[in-house]
């Protein structure tokens, strides 16, 4: 069944949004990111300034009117929106499973060895070409990775933009697929702001960390992938909640790494082991306490890491 145009704009639409979170869009007068858009007038407007960037008078909605779920229903002549996790972003041609005609009749033996048929051509091309079947692979991974992680699909989303740009420039070349997509998912993660370690996405990955930190630094080099340094304050709360600590120790897990962040010692140090250490100090001071061997399984990190990390940190904060 063909697509119709909305099912285009919708497409078109889905893509700007894609690219906006992974290259987010400044004013060009202030240079503020607080940018909105006017509903009634389809202007582009910068809150700041008050600038106006696009005029863009393009109705988006639809040319009909529903006031209910069933109108809704009946009246909507597109499928499913379209995603980036799918190679065909989702606009390939389904054939159902079932054996049935559209009145509900079950088909004829003739008409079932015809329709498996047709299912087993339509799976095989729907890769054309080796590209295809390339990324076909990769976003597959991607998907099976961050279900492991529990990872949102906007992430997924943005992982799999990286990955079609890297496809695009020519990177993947002397590398290995899985390779590539575990360090574009992990980049992803670095961008949207989620706290997963590097052990972590290892971890579910089909390749060993040293090559996974590699790919990632080479694709985020050639690709101009602006990355903020990790706060270790995000992976405080997961890691509380792990262990099992109280909202005390969480907060005073906290102010530890503000003090001594501030004073330096954050620097050239692992988010994942500074943050343990923390919460390794603030279950002392909190009566809660936790061994170095429970808080180190939790993070992922040595008890050796927490150990120094531990004692630099108290030194800092002067308490003994």
């Known amino acids: 069944m063909e697509r119709s145009t909305r099912q285009q704009e919708r497409q078109s639409e889905t ?8 290259s987010e869009q400044t004013c060009d007068e202030c240079g503020s990111s607080s940018l909105v858009t006017s509903e009634d007038q389809g202007e582009l407007v910068c809150e700041d300034c008050g600038l106006i960037i696009e005029t863009t008078n393009i109705d988006r909605g639809p040319e009909w009117r529903a006031f209910n779920h069933a109108e809704r229903k009946s009246k909507s002549r597109v499928g499913a929106p379209t995603t980036q996790t799918m190679h065909d972003k ?4 389904q054939i159902d499973w079932k054996d049935q005609d559209a009145h509900g009749r079950s088909l004829s ?8 048929r047709l299912r087993k051509w339509q799976e095989r091309i729907r890769a054309k070409d080796a590209g295809e079947r390339n990324l076909q692979f990769a976003l597959s991974e991607i998907d099976r990775m961050a279900s492991a992680l529990g990872i949102p699909r906007s992430v997924r989303e943005v992982a799999s933009v990286i990955y ?3 496809l695009d420039e020519d990177l993947i070349r002397g590398r290995s697929i899985e390779g590539v997509a575990t360090a574009c ?3 992803a993660c670095r961008r949207e702001g989620i706290p997963r370690s590097l052990e972590e996405i290892a971890d579910v990955s089909r390749v060993e960390r040293k090559e996974i930190g590699r790919t990632y630094r080479y694709i985020a080099q050639e690709l101009s992938l602006a990355m903020e340094p990790v706060d270790p304050k995000e992976y405080v709360p997961r890691f509380c909640s792990e262990l ?9 897990a906290t102010e530890i790494i503000d003090t001594t962040a501030e004073q330096g010692l954050l620097s050239g140090k692992s988010p994942t082991g500074f943050a343990a250490a923390a919460i390794y100090a603030a279950s002392l001071l909190c009566n809660e306490k936790r061994t170095q061997k429970e808080v180190a399984a939790v993070a ?19 308490l003994h």
């Open 90 to 93: 989702g606009l390939t041609t």
């Open 15 to 22: 893509d700007h949004h894609v690219e906006e979170s992974v």
């Open 244 to 252: 099992d600590s109280s909202e005390t120790v969480q907060a005073k």
């Open 164 to 166: 079609r740009r890297a």
């Open 300 to 318: 992922q990190v040595t008890e050796v890491t927490i150990r120094n990390r531990y004692q630099e940190q108290i030194e800092a904060m002067g």
């Open 109 to 116: 033996a003739d008409k079932r060895s015809r329709m498996n």
């Open 185 to 187: 998912l992990y980049a």
